[in-house]
Every structure is written in C-alpha cells, then in structure tokens.
C-alpha cells in the first residue's frame, strides 16, 4: 500500500484546510485510517483515525470540534477537514494505515506540511 498526502500549505490562523491522502496499490477500504502530525523539535502526535465503513470517529483532544476525519471507500481516500486553524497546529501531517485495527500503522505516508500564522 502506498500512500499520497496532499492538501498542506500556509494558511492564516483561523482559516481551513483540507487534506488527502489518496491510497494506492491496494484498496484500504478494510482498513482503519488515521492521520497524526509531527511538529517541528516534537514527537509524533495522534490527530484522528476513522474505522473501516466510517462510522466511528476518534479525535485527539486538542483537534476535536475543529478537525473532521472521513473517507470514500470508492476513491481509496480519506480526508481531514480542518477548520478554526491555530498556530500550534503547525506541522507535517501524515496519514497512515492500520490492516489489523489494532493501533499499530503498518503503512506511511510521506507527509504534507502545514503551516498557521498568526
């Protein structure tokens, strides 16, 4: 499984973006998909996953109520809509694959950078 994150870039705090990551090389619809983010001089941080179908959610503290996850299935493509854009939530953001919902990402995408400013 290959995965493509795309949709980052320099918005004003506030503001929304929203993000892709296209699947590719076998379909992900089994698949429960999250994505995390990596701020600079910071460890890796969890931001949302969604089951397999889409029908649950799981967000992180600090992105609930402003992030949205979701997924088409027909396009192996999940999504995070953000919106209410802070300057802490400045960094490369990635999404990932978990073949056993079992927590453990067993496939990476490359990243997509995102930047807030104030």
């Known amino acids: 499984v290959q995965l493509q994150a795309f949709g980052g870039g320099l918005v004003q705090a506030g503001g929304s973006l929203r993000l892709s990551c296209a699947a590719s090389g076998r379909t992900v619809s089994s698949y429960r998909m999250g994505w995390f983010r990596q701020a600079p001089g910071k460890e890796r941080e969890f931001v949302a996953h969604i089951s397999w179908n889409g029908g649950r959610t799981y967000y992180a503290d600090s992105v609930k109520g402003r992030f949205t996850i979701s997924r088409d299935n027909n396009k192996n493509t999940v999504y995070l809509q953000m919106n209410s854009l802070k300057p802490e939530d400045t960094a490369v953001y990635y999404c990932?694959?978990?073949?056993?919902?079992?927590?453990?990402?067993?496939?990476w995408g490359q990243g997509t950078q995102v930047t807030v400013s104030s």
């Open positions: 990932a694959a978990d073949e056993t919902w079992s927590g453990n990402y067993n496939y």
